[in-house]
């Protein structure tokens, strides 16, 4: 029996080890046909939605190409499936079993091409024989397609639960050092967010993470000018990430509204514009870069950043109000 790779992305360590253990019992009821994998090379990635987490782990799934389930306390999924809050195994195994039957009815229909043309009558009169030719060596068997790269590790990456096990200090030229404390959810690194644009867009190898002592901590602290929660850090990658395109699972039709007023419209003038428009109500993309004089590109990346961090929500064409995420649900979980 062939088994399919499952990945379960996004969560706190205490809440992914209560869902692989549900995982396990559901699993073992269906034969044992699932194994868990990393998400890089898992079939299927299971995504915390109800986190800022979420949104940037689905840009990456879908890029990737795989099957994608929405873990969320909602009704809304922008994603193939849908896990529901609260978890259970009864609710792993019917997702489990939809799963299945969708991977394999993929193969079933692009055999049946094959079958229907098996199926024709013969004709009335046999053919006339070919003529003898000579047999063509056999070909050799095919190349080995060449595995997938690794994606290249960000800045985002490592910034997910559980990615660090401990304090950390990221250094790149031209920009100020960098130490994240995963325990405490905070980062030093100073009040400006501007400076740390580069660690968004660069790719950070594991050896670029160098270890800090907790003895270390609290004079790194004090040189950066105080510690900055995780979430400002987190809001400039998916600023970063962009590039002009909205987020998987949203679309340019919907009229987009901030919640509250951002912190950082001071190094970012046209934010504070963009943000104007948007707490009026309301509204859609191309009205908020045409009211507030920025680009197009300008305030999607505002408004992907904004989704990212909970403090912007879609409303859908037909009139219908999308949860926002919660923004501040999973930095809770996490902070020890």
Known sequence: MSTQSICFAGLSREEEAQVVSQFKQANGRLGNAWVLAPEAEAEVVVIDMDSMYGQMSLMKAIGSGKRVVALTAGNRADADHLLQRPVSAEGIERMLSELAGTMAAAPAAAQAPARAASDDP?????????????AAPAPGPAPAAAPEPAPEPRLFDHLRPGALSGPVRLRLAGAPDLVIDPGRQVYFGGTALKPLLPY???????????????????????????????????????????????????????????????QTE???????????????????????????????????????????????????????????????????RFRR
């Open 122 to 134: 013969a004709p009335a009169e046999p053919p006339a024989p070919p003529p003898v030719q000579t």
């Open 266 to 332: 001071r190094e970012f003038p046209k934010h504070f514009r963009i943000a104007t428009v948007m707490m009026k109500g309301p509204a859609l993309l191309t009205d908020i870069a045409g009211q507030s004089g920025a680009s197009l590109a300008e305030v999607i990346d505002f408004v992907n950043a904004s989704l990212v961090a909970g403090v912007a929500t879609p409303e859908s064409a037909a009139g219908n109000e999308s949860e926002p995420a919660k923004a501040g649900g999973l930095l809770a």
């Open 200 to 262: 968004c867009t660069a790719v950070l190898p594991p050896e670029s993470l160098a270890p800090v002592s907790p003895a270390e901590l609290p004079g790194l602290e004090a040189q950066a000018g105080g510690a900055q929660p995780l979430s400002r850090l987190i809001w400039l990658c998916a600023l970063a990430s962009g590039n002009g395109a909205l987020m998987p699972g949203f679309s340019p039709n919907d009229r987009y509204k901030l919640l509250k007023w951002p």
